[in-house]
């Protein structure tokens, strides 16, 4: 039996990048502002989009390509995810 996990990818918000994660970094994202403490974008959910904010530092996670899936503090992502060797 073969071991398997979903690929996920990890981007620190630092205050600069912010247009980058969501015009190229994500996909149905929708910018809302950016004012290098705070990023924050729009994600499709009936009936409206829904509000994310990511403090400067946190950590934004995709999957299955370019879908965000939780943006997470320098601390929870230390303590709770591994980084592998590209392959």
Known sequence: MAFVVVRYEAVQ?????GARIVNDWLDDVKFRSDDGETLVFGIPAF???QRYEVPRGYYVLRYYGKTFYQAISPVEYAQNWHV???T
């Open 13 to 17: 918000y630092d205050g600069t990048n």
């Open 84 to 86: 592998l060797p590209n």
């Open 47 to 49: 009936p409206r989009y």
